[in-house]
C-alpha cells in the first residue's frame, strides 16, 4: 500500500507538473505497464513463454475500436466488450498452446502473433490495413473527451493501478502458489492436484484480459491505430520490459516499463537502430541479472561494496 | 497443368532456401539443445554482407564466399559471448537468441539502411524456359547450390572425422567428452555451420527475393517451421520439411491468395506442432522431456 501512495503521490506531480512531455510518458507508462503485467503474470510466475503478446494488444485495440466507430457503440460499452472478447480468444489460444512447452511453445506464441499482424493488414474492409483506423470516438466521462494525454492519465492509471493490486492480490493467493509451483515443476503441481494445463490457460485470459484493456484504452485515447505498433518488434520489448523486471515481481517489472519508455524516448535520434540498444540489453539482463535489472545492480553494488572493504582492510597488514 | 508446374517449380526453389535454413536450426539444437531465433537474421545478414561487398566493387564469387564466411565467424563470436555463459536453460537461450537477433536487425539497419536490396543475379536474368516451365536462372543456382551444400554436409557428418566428432556431441554431450572430443570446439563448430549454411541460404535467394533489414524474421520462422514438419533435429527430416514447406506455401499461394502467403506457413506450423509435433520422421522423444 505504501507503494501504491508513493506511486499515487508520483503521478499527482506529474499531473500538475504542466509538462505536457512527461504527461505523455506517463501515460504511455501506464498503457505499456498493462500488457507488461499481464506478461509477467504468465511468464514470471507461471513459467510459460509468449512471444505473441502484443497481438492481445491489438485484438483489444481494434475490437473496441471496429466496436465504436463501425457499430457505434459506445466507447465504454466497446471497451468492455472488447476486453471480454479477447479474454476469451486468451483462453482459447492457451487452450491450443498450452499443449506445448519450452521452444514449441515459443514458437507458436510467435506464429500466432505473426497471424493475428498479417491478419489486421490482410482484412482491409475491417481493420484499413495499413492505413489504419482513423476517428476512433473518444471515451466521455461526464461530457468531458478523454482524448488529451492529460484528460486519459487518471483512466490509464486507474487501469494500471487496478491491474497492480489484483496482479499482487494473485501472486500472494493461493492461487500465486499454485501458479508458480506449476512453474518449478508441473509433475509436482500435478500430483498436489493441480491441474496444470487449466491453470495456464486461466493465467493466459487474465494476461490476455490485461493487454487488451491496455489496447483499448490506447485505441480511444489516440483516435487512430494501425498494424504497426502491434508487430512482433512490440512483442519483444514487452519480453524485454519483463526481463528487466526478473519476470516475477509486479514493480519491479513495473521498473522495467519505465525504464524501457525512458530508454526508448533517450534512443529517438537513434531512429530504427534502437533495436540494438534492445537487444544487447535483452542478452545482457538474460546472462548478468537473471533476476532482473534492479536486483543486478543490487548484487553489483554489494560486490563493489565488499571489494573496496577488503581493499581498505588489507591495506594496513 | 503448365500452372500447376510452375507452381511446384517455385515451391522447390523457396523451399529448398527453408531447407538450408532448417539445417541450419538443427546443427545448432542437436549439439547445444538451443533453438537459435536468431538463424533467419544470420541468413539475411549473409545476404547483406554479400549485397553490400559485391557494391563495393568485390567480384560476386569472392564476395559470396566471404560473406557466408564471415557470418559463420560471426555465429562462432554469437556462441561465445551470448550463449555459452548463459547457459542450459530453453527459457533463457530463447530470450538470448531473440536478443542477439534484433540486434542483428538493427545493425542491418544501421548500415544498409531500412530500404530493400538487390542483389545481381548469378548468371544473368535471361528465363529459362524448362519442360513448359519459366524459371529465372537463379532458381537454378538455388536448387543446384542447395543440392551440393546438403551433400557436403551429408558427407562430412558422415564420412570425416570431425564430423563423427560433431555427431557423437550431438548424441550425448558427456559421453563425448569422456572419450576426449572437444564439446565446447563442437558448439563452437555448430555455430559456424548454422551460420555459413544460413548465409548460403540468405545469398542465393536474395537475387530472387528483395533483402532488408527484417527478412531473417520469416525466413527463420519458416526454417523452423521446415524443421518442425521434418521432425526437430533431424537434418534430412529438415530438408524434406523445408521443401514440402515451399510447396504447400507455393501452391497455397497461387490457388488462394497471395497476401496471406506468411499466415500459411504459421497455419501450417500450429496445424503439426498439435497434431504431428513429432514431425513427418517423428522424433518424439523431444517432447516427453
Known amino acids: 500500500m505504501k507503494r ?32 507488461a503485467l499481464g506478461l509477467s ?93 482513423s476517428a476512433i470516438p473518444a471515451l466521455r466521462v461526464f461530457g468531458v473527451e478523454l482524448g488529451t494525454d492529460l484528460a486519459v492519465l487518471p483512466l490509464a492509471w486507474l487501469a494500471c493501478i487496478g491491474a497492480i493490486l489484483l496482479a499482487e492480490n494473485l501472486v500472494r493467493s493461493p492461487a500465486g502458489l499454485t501458479m508458480r509451483a506449476v512453474a518449478e515443476s508441473e509433475a509436482v503441481a500435478a500430483s498436489f492436484g493441480i491441474a496444470p494445463d487449466a491453470l495456464k490457460r486461466r493465467i493466459m485470459a487474465i494476461s490476455g484480459c490485461y493487454a487488451a484493456l491496455g489496447g483499448a484504452i490506447y485505441a480511444h485515447y489516440l483516435g487512430y491505430i494501425s498494424p504497426g505498433p502491434f508487430d512482433v518488434g512490440f512483442s519483444i520489448r514487452l519480453l524485454l520490459m519483463v526481463a528487466l523486471g526478473g519476470f516475477a515481481g509486479i514493480w519491479s517489472v513495473l521498473f522495467g516499463v519505465v525504464f524501457v519508455v525512458v530508454t526508448s524516448e533517450l534512443l529517438k535520434p537513434l531512429g530504427r537502430f534502437d533495436v540494438v540498444v534492445y537487444g544487447i540489453l535483452l542478452v545482457v539482463v538474460m546472462i548478468y541479472c537473471p533476476r532482473g535489472l534492479l536486483d543486478g545492480l543490487r548484487l553489483a553494488a554489494r560486490a563493489l561494496g565488499r571489494r573496496l572493504a577488503g581493499a581498505r582492510g588489507g591495506a594496513p597488514g | 497443368m503448365t500452372e500447376l508446374a510452375q507452381y511446384v517449380a517455385s515451391g ?14 538443427t546443427a545448432v539444437y542437436n549439439v547445444t539443445g538451443i533453438v537459435n531465433f536468431a538463424q533467419g537474421d544470420l541468413a539475411m545478414l549473409g545476404a547483406l554482407g554479400a549485397i553490400g561487398l559485391v557494391a563495393a566493387g568485390t567480384p560476386l564469387a569472392v564476395a559470396v564466399v566471404l560473406a557466408a564466411l564471415v557470418v559463420g565467424l560471426l555465429g562462432v ?14 527459457l533463457r537461450g530463447i530470450i538470448i537468441t531473440i536478443g542477439v537477433g534484433v540486434s542483428l536487425q538493427g545493425i542491418a539497419v544501421l548500415v544498409w539502411g ?45 564420412r570425416t572425422y570431425l564430423g563423427k566428432a560433431f555427431r557423437a556431441c550431438a548424441i550425448n554431450a558427456f559421453a563425448a567428452s569422456l572419450v576426449g572430443i572437444p564439446t565446447a570446439a563442437m558448439r563452437a563448430l555448430s555455430f559456424f555451420v548454422s551460420g555459413l549454411v544460413g548465409a548460403i541460404a540468405g545469398i542465393i535467394i536474395a537475387p530472387i527475393a528483395l533483402m532488408q533489414y527484417d527478412s531473417g524474421i520469416f525466413l527463420g520462422i519458416k526454417g523452423f517451421v521446415a524443421c518442425i514438419i521434418g521432425g526437430f533435429g533431424n537434418p534430412i527430416g529438415a530438408a524434406l520439411g523445408g521443401l514440402a514447406l515451399g510447396l504447400l506455401e507455393a501452391l497455397a499461394t497461387g490457388y488462394l491468395s497471395s497476401g496471406y502467403k506468411n499466415a500459411i506457413a504459421f497455419v501450417v506450423l500450429l496445424a503439426f506442432l498439435f497434431a504431428r509435433p513429432g514431425g513427418i520422421l517423428g522424433e518424439l522423444e523431444e517432447l516427453r522431456r
Do not use: C
Not at chain 1, 4 to 31: K, P, Q
Not at chain 2, 12 to 25: D, K, P, Q, T
Open chain 2, 77 to 90: 563470436v554469437i556462441e561465445r559471448i551470448a550463449i555459452r555463459p548463459a547457459g542450459p536453460d530453453v
Open chain 1, 41 to 133: 503474470l504468465l511468464m514470471g510466475y507461471t513459467g510459460q513463454i509468449s512471444l505473441g503478446h502484443a497481438a492481445f494488444v491489438g485484438l483489444g485495440a481494434y475490437a473496441s475500436a471496429i466496436l465504436a466507430k463501425s457499430l457505434g457503440l459506445n466507447p465504454w460499452l466497446a471497451l468492455a466488450v472488447a476486453v471480454v472478447a479477447t479474454t476469451a480468444i486468451a483462453w482459447g489460444i492457451g487452450w491450443l498452446v498450452f499443449r506445448l512447452r519450452g521452444h514449441h511453445l515459443a514458437m507458436a506464441t510467435l506464429a500466432f502473433g505473426i497471424i493475428v499482424h498479417v491478419a489486421t493488414v490482410e482484412m482491409k474492409g475491417l481493420t484499413g490495413g495499413q492505413d489504419g483506423l
Open chain 2, 114 to 158: 531500412t530500404d530493400a536490396q538487390p542483389l545481381p543475379a548469378f548468371s544473368g536474368e535471361k528465363p529459362i524456359a524448362l519442360a513448359g516451365v519459366t524459371v529465372p536462372p537463379q532458381a537454378l543456382w538455388v536448387v543446384g547450390t542447395a543440392a551440393a551444400l546438403m551433400a557436403g554436409l551429408y558427407l562430412f557428418f558422415a
Open chain 2, 12 to 25: 522447390l526453389v523457396v523451399g529448398a532456401i527453408y531447407g538450408l535454413i532448417a539445417i541450419g536450426f
Open chain 1, 4 to 35: 501504491v501512495a508513493l506511486l499515487l503521490a508520483v503521478l499527482a506531480a506529474v499531473y500538475f507538473s504542466g509538462s505536457g512531455y512527461l504527461v505523455n510518458l506517463a501515460v504511455v507508462t501506464a498503457l505499456f505497464a498493462l500488457p
